[in-house]
């Protein structure tokens, strides 16, 4: 995914050289308080309200000539420094480099006029003369902000240790974000050299805590390298921190893709706010065939939403669930089943019913008759379900149709009957049954 930015990022940082550099040289030396309706006498600050009034409509060539009117009568820097900014800002970089090394010749410490002279030359590819001019803003003020200007200039001349080494420094300072990004996007994307992205996000992480912007990032990372388990505990330690539901969903995703139920059941139970908590454990609990939880969680949905998917969800595990059979605890069930069924029209209720019915006869024609129609209403349905056909020749063979169930049975391929271990007993059955 990063890789598709690489010329984004190439870009972008020609871009910061060039205008976030040289948007430092507006200063706020002159600000004007317009309660006083008197207009200044002083034609030095009538050109300098001309010069803003003009740069406010983007009209930069007589805010230009405002301030070298304003600079004419009384030479302060700040005017100069106002003027290179609008040569940058109309891209007349021949002159912008000789107005700053005019002004530079004069105040050499001055950051910003060098800052903005690194990206002036970086714009023309004059790389080496950046590199000596980068060198020197350095020399005079080891600042973060220096520190990035020099490595924006290493990075331009494809030098990316250096340009690693040096963002190093300015992160080192700050332990800024920011220039985190920035710094693991060379190691990722320019050094190859993913692992030392992913130390350094990890160290950052435990020492400030997880953000949105380095977390992200991070959990992209362990994705697009296919290590799925450290990119769920990512999107888990984004969700706690900032709540946001996208990254609880990418966890439960990733969770369910690597089969780490434990992990998944861990996540929701700790987070209740969690969208759907209360379903996605559910499904968990079904497949982790726990089923003395499954009937407790299904029974709270039950309750709490009145839907009849969940009364037969709860049906369906509390038979799972039993070691015996007792008529008394058949009939709760198949009263739920028949309460859903009836209500819902749903095929797989139906079958389920019918088969319950079906299996557990208590040697009473009646109520395999009644199951069996249960049987074939699913089966209009689907009328090539696989179980609903064997739950179907099932019933003909408690009846000891063996010849009718046995056709049915056969509309199973054999494929199918030999990957389920119970059809292929019912057909084992079925066969023995005709050849008595």
């Known amino acids: 995914m990063w890789s598709k930015n690489k010329l984004l990022i190439s870009f972008s ?51 230009k000539e405002s301030f070298a009117k304003a600079y004419a009568i009384h030479p302060d820097k700040s005017y100069l420094k106002e003027i290179l900014g609008i040569l940058v800002a109309q891209q007349d970089f021949e002159n ?41 803003l350095i020399s005079y003020n080891k600042s973060a902000q220096n520190y990035e200007t020099l490595a924006s200039v290493y990075f331009l001349r494809e030098d990316f240790k250096n340009a690693a080494k040096t963002l190093n420094h300015a992160y080192t300072l700050t332990q800024n974000e920011m220039i985190l990004d920035k710094l693991g996007a060379i190691y990722l994307l320019f050094l190859r050299e993913p692992q030392k992205t992913i130390t350094l996000y990890e160290t950052h992480i435990r020492i400030h805590g997880i953000s949105k912007l380095i977390g992200e990032k991070l959990a992209i990372i362990y994705t697009e390298s296919k290590n799925y388990l450290e990119a769920a505990r990512i999107y888990t330690n984004l969700y706690t921190t900032l709540g946001d539901q996208n990254y609880a969903k990418f966890a439960l995703e990733l969770y369910f893709r690597l089969k780490r139920l434990d992990l998944a059941k861990a996540f929701l139970l700790q987070n209740p706010k969690i969208d759907s908590r209360d379903e996605i454990l559910l499904e968990v609990y079904r497949l982790q065939k726990d089923f003395s939880n499954s009937i407790k969680q299904a029974k709270l949905l039950y309750q709490n939403t009145h839907d009849l998917n969940y009364l037969a969800y ?28 009836q209500s819902l029209d749903d095929a797989l209720y139906w079958n389920y019913l019918g088969y319950l019915m079906i299996e557990h006869d208590f040697k009473d024609s009646t109520r395999i008759h009644e199951g069996m129609r249960y049987v074939q209403l699913a089966l209009e349905k689907e009328p090539q379900n696989t179980y609903y056909l064997d739950s179907l020749a099932w019933g003909y063979y408690k009846l000891k149709d063996c010849a009718k169930a046995k056709e049915i049975i056969e509309q199973i391929t054999l494929e199918e009957r030999e990957k389920e271990s119970e059809i292929n007993a019912h057909y084992k059955q079925i066969a023995h049954c005709l050849h008595k």
């Open 13 to 63: 940082i020609v871009l910061i050289l060039v205008l976030g550099l040289v948007g430092c040289l507006r200063t706020n030396d002159f600000k004007f308080s317009f309660v006083n309706t008197n207009f200044p006498e002083n034609e030095e600050d009538i050109y300098i309200m001309q010069g803003y009034a003009a740069l406010d409509t983007q009209d930069l060539q007589n805010a």
């Open 314 to 341: 709860y049906a369906m595990m509390r038979y799972e669930n039993l070691k015996s059979h007792p008529r008394a605890k058949l009939t709760e069930i198949e009263r739920d089943l028949k309460t859903a069924a």
């Open 96 to 136: 912008a480099k000789k107005q700053a090394y005019e002004y530079l010749a004069k105040y050499p410490k001055d950051d910003d006029v060098r800052g903005a002279l690194v990206g002036i030359l970086t714009s023309t590819k004059s790389f080496d003369e950046a590199l000596k001019e980068a060198k020197i």
